[in-house]
T-cell receptor, first 110, second 114 residues
């Protein structure tokens, strides 16, 4: 079946550094790629998304890039802050169904 | 502000019991989803529904069933609970059409089966 692979599973960075999380997907029909952030004990919340007709999208310190040919998409967080510490999930949507990656636990050290 | 609520935050059941988890959303969303979340496995889709009385299997439907009699309510049923169904269960809802398919999640139900 369809799947989404996400790397790394754990990422530790120093405050102020950048963090990059990468995902690959298998279903070529996927046309919407959201990223969710889940803080400890809380529900996942959408932080940024990108549609298949766009190659890059930016929102302040976060950006997402998409390479449809290679079926890769990535999340970039610049100038990381302690409050960025959380689990991040990438996902791929097609035909009502969202397939999530396994998640990346990001630690930002002050 | 979208609100998705789940009937219980914590639930403890015995093996073999029938378990009902309920989810209610107040934003008139067509799509509703049930996931289970386990460490290292992310969010795995159990069932989803894109309309009243409609249901589709996700990736791990075995041992579960669902019911959607009203648009705002989506129930997950464990017919005979087993210990390997101990997990965090998350409900979500989304619009069917639009520029975004953002899913709004409930707070989760942590189910323990003993």
């Amino acid at each position: 079946g369809e799947n989404v692979e996400q790397h790394p599973s754990t990422l530790s960075v120093q405050e102020g550094d950048s963090a990059v999380i990468k995902c690959t997907y298998s279903d070529s029909a996927s046309n919407y790629f959201p990223w969710y952030k889940q803080e400890l004990g809380k529900r996942p919340q959408l932080i940024i998304d990108i549609r298949s007709n766009v190659g890059e999208k930016k929102d302040q310190r976060i950006a997402v890039t998409l390479n449809k040919t290679a079926k890769h998409f990535s999340l970039h967080i610049t100038e990381t802050q302690p409050e960025d510490s959380a689990v991040y999930f990438c996902a791929a949507w097609s035909f009502f169904k969202t397939i999530f990656g396994a998640g990346t636990r990001l630690f930002v050290k002050a | 502000d979208v609100k998705v609520t789940q009937s219980s935050r914590y639930l403890v059941k015995r093996t073999g019991e029938k378990v009902f988890l309920e989810c209610v959303q107040d934003m008139d969303h067509e799509n509703m989803f049930w996931y289970r979340q386990d460490p290292g496995l992310g969010l795995r889709l159990i069932y989803f529904s894109y309309d009243v009385k409609m249901k589709e299997k996700g990736d791990i439907p075995e041992g579960y069933s669902v019911s959607r009699e009203k648009k705002e309510r989506f129930s997950l049923i464990l017919e005979s609970a087993s210990t390997n169904q101990t997990s965090m269960y998350l409900c979500a809802s989304s619009l069917r059409r639009g520029t975004t398919y953002e899913q709004y999640f409930g707070p989760g139900t942590r189910l323990t089966v003993t």
